[in-house]
């Protein structure tokens, strides 16, 4: 299965998960409250990043998803960092120096304190705050940088934040939830138009820029009726809503796509929380599991790749991968999603990227550092880096842009 050329083939991450010593970030404060497991130094990335990247580099990645912390760059409403975002020069300087693409997520789930403070997303405050903040990193990181996400996954952080109450600040509440996914969408298109004016004004050629959606692929259990009308309304709110949303506005350039497992639809009644989130209790079609007990479905890879058709952009997998003790089935994972990817290629959809998550084990947020979702082993009380197998045959794919037949 030969991939198309100047496909980008690497891993992401994000600062809070691997950099380790976050004092001023929501959820350093929040582990503690809550008496979960501390992120402390995490994986050392924030040292240890050339390290990393002569990895990736040696793994043959030519591409590399990262993530900036606002919480170090504005560490008080107003005072932004030099020496910060100097830091996360260097970093981008250190992949272009491997000849690795960077790809800088402005957002992903942590927030200042500060910000936190004063109710964070919820605030109408926190656009013109978050378009002051991304205005002063792209402005710093323009001349390395062409691919930017504005904000990750904002459906799921909106739904663990504020509907389940999984995640800081642990709200329950509809409405909280609703105002913190408008912000979302309002910072989006903001920031989205702030970069590509400060790419004009520095006469860079155009960036792009887009957010990451979690799509989930959703299946029916059993083929009734309600179960299939709830699976097209799953696919618009979770899915499909927000990236409808910012096209609308035209401040989308190509999709960045998340992709990890499928939900199986069974619902119970009619009535609206039914329809949002009835699930199958009776594992009707056992699949295996990653770690943590996500269905692993490879197939729901080219199901939502066939879905984006209409969007008529270009497609980057901006994460999709697998927490496991077990590194066959790691390697199994990966190689059923990249055939997958490929058959979506052959009919069709422009996807021009995929990026693993994650390049490094690391803090897997409420759940701690329990899952291993990494290419690279990290043994936590010496941060020695160990690369698994797998990475080595993903390696093998990256530097020929050829996936085997079979993952044996
Ligand atoms: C997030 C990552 C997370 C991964 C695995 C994605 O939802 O962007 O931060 O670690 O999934 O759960």
Same mark, same amino acid.
Not at 216 to 228: E, G, T
């Given at each position: 299965?030969?991939?198309?050329?100047?496909?980008?083939?690497?891993?992401?991450?994000?600062?809070?998960?691997?950099?380790?010593?976050?004092?001023?970030?929501?959820?350093?404060?929040?582990?503690?409250?809550?008496?979960?497991?501390?992120?402390?130094?995490?994986?050392?990335?924030?040292?240890?990043?050339?390290?990393?990247?002569?990895?990736? *580099? !040696?793994?043959?990645?030519?591409?590399?998803?990262?993530?900036?912390?606002?919480?170090?760059?504005?560490? +008080?409403?107003?005072?932004?960092?030099? *020496?910060?975002?100097?830091?996360?020069?260097?970093?981008?300087?250190?992949?272009?120096?491997?000849?690795?693409?960077?790809? @800088?997520?402005?957002?992903?789930?942590?927030?200042?304190?500060?910000?936190?403070?004063?109710?964070?997303? $919820?605030?109408?405050?926190?656009?013109?705050?978050?378009?002051?903040?991304?205005?002063?990193?792209?402005?710093?990181?323009?001349?390395? @940088?062409?691919?930017?996400?504005?904000?990750?996954?904002?459906?799921?952080?909106?739904?663990?934040?504020?509907?389940?109450?999984?995640?800081?600040? +642990?709200?329950?509440?509809?409405?909280?939830?609703?105002?913190?996914? !408008?912000?979302?969408?309002?910072?989006? %298109?903001?920031?989205?138009?702030?970069?590509?004016?400060?790419?004009?004004?520095?006469?860079?050629?155009?960036?792009?820029?887009?957010?990451?959606?979690?799509?989930?692929?959703?299946?029916?259990?059993?083929?009734?009726?309600? &179960?299939?009308?709830?699976?097209?309304?799953?696919? +618009?709110?979770?899915?499909?809503?927000?990236?409808?949303?910012?096209?609308?506005?035209?401040? %989308?350039?190509?999709?960045?796509?998340?992709?990890?497992?499928?939900?199986?639809?069974?619902? +119970?009644?009619?009535?609206?929380?039914?329809?949002?989130?009835?699930?199958?209790?009776? &594992?009707?079609?056992?699949? *295996?599991?990653?770690?943590?007990?996500?269905?692993?479905?490879?197939?729901?890879?080219?199901?939502?790749?066939? *879905?984006?058709?209409?969007?008529?952009?270009? @497609?980057?997998?901006? $994460?999709?991968?697998?927490?496991?003790?077990?590194?066959?089935?790691?390697?199994?994972?990966?190689?059923?999603?990249?055939?997958?990817?490929?058959?979506?290629?052959?009919?069709?959809?422009?996807?021009?990227?995929?990026?693993?998550?994650?390049?490094?084990?690391?803090?897997?947020?409420?759940?701690?550092?329990?899952?291993?979702?990494?290419? %690279?082993?990290?043994?936590?009380?010496?941060?020695?880096?160990?690369?698994?197998?797998?990475?080595?045959?993903?390696?093998?794919?990256?530097?020929?842009?050829?996936?085997?037949?079979?993952?044996?």
């Amino acid at each position: 299965m030969q991939f198309p050329k100047n496909f980008l083939w690497g891993a992401a991450t994000s600062s809070y998960q691997v950099e380790g010593d976050n004092p001023n970030a929501d959820w350093w404060e929040w582990e503690k409250m809550a008496g979960k497991e501390n992120s402390g130094r995490a994986c050392g990335h924030y040292e240890l990043y050339a390290q990393d990247f002569d990895l990736a *580099k !040696d793994l043959n990645h030519n591409a590399h998803r990262l993530s900036i912390e606002w919480s170090r760059i504005e560490p +008080q409403e107003g005072k932004f960092s030099q *020496k910060e975002l100097q830091h996360y020069i260097d970093v981008i300087l250190a992949l272009r120096a491997r000849n690795i693409e960077p790809m @800088v997520t402005l957002h992903h789930f942590t927030s200042p304190i500060w910000l936190s403070a004063k109710q964070g997303w $919820e605030n109408d405050r926190v656009v013109p705050l978050f378009l002051r903040f991304s205005d002063f990193v792209v402005r710093g990181l323009a001349k390395h @940088v062409r691919y930017w996400i504005t904000i990750n996954e904002p459906t799921v952080y909106t739904s663990h934040a504020y509907v389940i109450g999984a995640w800081p600040p +642990q709200q329950k509440s509809y409405w909280k939830a609703r105002s913190v996914y !408008d912000h979302f969408v309002a910072g989006h %298109i903001q920031v989205y138009r702030r970069i590509h004016q400060i790419y004009q004004e520095f006469h860079l050629p155009s960036p792009m820029v887009s957010i990451s959606q979690h799509l989930q692929a959703f299946v029916p259990c059993a083929p009734k009726k309600m &179960n299939a009308y709830a699976v097209s309304l799953r696919d +618009q709110w979770y899915n499909f809503d927000f990236l409808d949303q910012i096209r609308r506005q035209k401040a %989308i350039d190509f999709i960045g796509l998340n992709y990890y497992s499928r939900q199986l639809v069974d619902v +119970q009644r009619f009535g609206i929380g039914n329809l949002a989130w009835d699930v199958c209790k009776n &594992n009707c079609d056992p699949v *295996k599991k990653n770690s943590l007990g996500w269905d692993i479905y490879p197939q729901g890879m080219k199901q939502v790749l066939l *879905k984006t058709k209409r969007f008529n952009l270009p @497609v980057i997998i901006t $994460e999709n991968g697998i927490c496991t003790s077990d590194d066959e089935l790691r390697w199994e994972y990966v190689h059923g999603h990249l055939k997958n990817v490929y058959l979506a290629i052959q009919e069709g959809v422009n996807v021009t990227g995929y990026l693993y998550w994650s390049l490094l084990d690391n803090f897997e947020w409420d759940k701690g550092f329990g899952p291993r979702f990494g290419l %690279i082993d990290i043994d936590y009380s010496t941060l020695k880096r160990t690369v698994r197998d797998s990475a080595r045959k993903y390696a093998e794919v990256c530097k020929t842009g050829v996936l085997p037949d079979s993952h044996v």
